[in-house]
């Protein structure tokens, strides 16, 4: 199970998650480490895009505290439907909704947790940055921090293959 942050304008739009640019970002990410996103549920902590009105365009707005835990019954019940063995949780907002309280991303980043609290059983939870946010690093590091992206995502995949 993979969790994002929030909808962005495309995934709003379609009604799917993750099918703007960071979802095509994260599709490539998971090919390349061996994981089919066919197989994987995808979805985000807080449910509707927030916005600001920027002449046509509607730019994203991180979430607040409140409509983190206003959408916190439809993750948990989420949860207990896919009832996943690892959780990944893309980026702090995700991180938070996931674990109950906040984590430094960076310092984290590719860390298996064994959550506390009624989480299902036997899930874990990996750590990693929002696909968005190789989209805002500067280029000469894009390259480099996709890597460490992928890496992250790789840790995934042999987390299963090591179960199997």
């Known amino acids: 199970m993979?969790?994002?942050?929030q909808p962005g304008d495309q995934e709003d739009l379609a009604?799917?998650?993750?099918?703007?640019p960071a979802g095509q970002l994260l599709d490539r990410a998971l090919a390349e480490a061996g994981i089919d996103r066919r197989t994987t549920y995808v979805t985000n902590a807080v449910k509707h895009f927030k916005y600001e009105l920027r002449g046509k365009r509607r730019l994203h707005k991180k979430p607040a505290e409140l409509e983190i835990a206003a959408c916190h019954r439809w993750y948990e019940s989420e949860v207990a439907s896919v009832q996943p063995e690892l959780i990944v949780a893309l980026g702090a907002t995700a991180v938070r909704a996931v674990l109950g309280r906040a984590l430094p991303i960076l310092a984290h980043r590719g860390t298996l947790i064994e959550p506390s609290g009624e989480m299902a059983p036997n899930t874990r939870v990996l750590v990693t940055v929002h696909p968005s946010y190789l989209l805002r690093v500067p280029p000469e590091t894009r390259e480099a921090e996709y890597a460490k992206f992928v890496d992250d995502l790789k840790i995934a995949a042999d987390y299963f293959r090591d179960r199997r």
């Open 2 to 5: 993979m969790v994002g942050e």
């Open 15 to 20: 009604g799917r998650p993750f099918v703007g």
